[in-house]
């Protein structure tokens, strides 16, 4: 499977939904702002050597990505999407902060228009030959992705808008490196 998996993403056509890298412990401040990373949890020292070691083995493996990579609006996201890809491969895309929001006090509502959004974007296929790479926020147990650990990866296969997606394989950074290494 795992030959199969790598020949998979090496044609393209997924996207690769990743977990920022390990942030420092805590929370992030009521006052949350996203231009000033003091109000945030941030990368961890590990965290920043996994977002390093995620881009080097996504080069090492060969798998095309489609440029911008998509990061959530967070210091810890960004950050790990420059580690990985390069300061000038990145978009901040705000939409991502809504994973964020799933694991607040939310109304059933407001939690499936998320869910629906989410949906539609996942839904979009990548231009021929290339993997869309997503970098935000593990999802709450049970909803959208489910959850994913630090700099682990959600392999998702887009049917096209209106028709869904199918999640192909979860992946840990650990479970990458095995790819690399198959």
């Keep these: 499977m795992n030959g199969s998996l790598l020949d998979l993403l090496q044609a393209g056509g997924y996207i690769l939904y990743a ?6 412990v ?8 996203f231009r000033y990373c003091c109000t945030q ?13 995620y881009g080097q ?3 090492n493996l060969r798998v095309p990505i489609n440029y911008p990579v998509l990061a959530s609006p967070f210091c810890r996201t960004i950050e790990t999407a420059q580690l990985a890809f390069g300061r000038s491969n990145i978009q901040i895309d705000p939409f991502w902060f809504q994973v964020y929001r799933l694991g ?22 990548p ?5 869309r790479v997503i970098i935000a926020h593990s ?5 959208g992705l489910g959850q994913i650990p630090d700099m682990g990866t959600a392999i998702v296969r887009p049917r096209g808008q209106g028709n869904g997606y199918e999640v192909v394989a979860k992946l840990s950074l650990t479970d990458l490196l095995n790819l690399e290494r198959y």
Aim: with cysteine.
């Design 127 to 131: 231009p021929q030959g290339c993997n």
């Design 19 to 24: 977990k920022h890298g390990e942030a420092i």
């Design 139 to 143: 999802f709450p147990e049970g909803i």
């Design 26 to 33: 805590g929370e992030d401040s009521p006052d949350l702002d």
């Design 41 to 53: 949890r941030n990368l961890s020292e590990l965290g920043r050597k996994q977002a390093i070691c």
């Design 57 to 59: 083995i996504l080069v």
């Design 104 to 125: 607040g006090n939310l109304s059933i509502s407001e939690q499936r228009r998320i869910i629906d959004s989410i949906q539609s974007r996942l839904e979009v296929i």
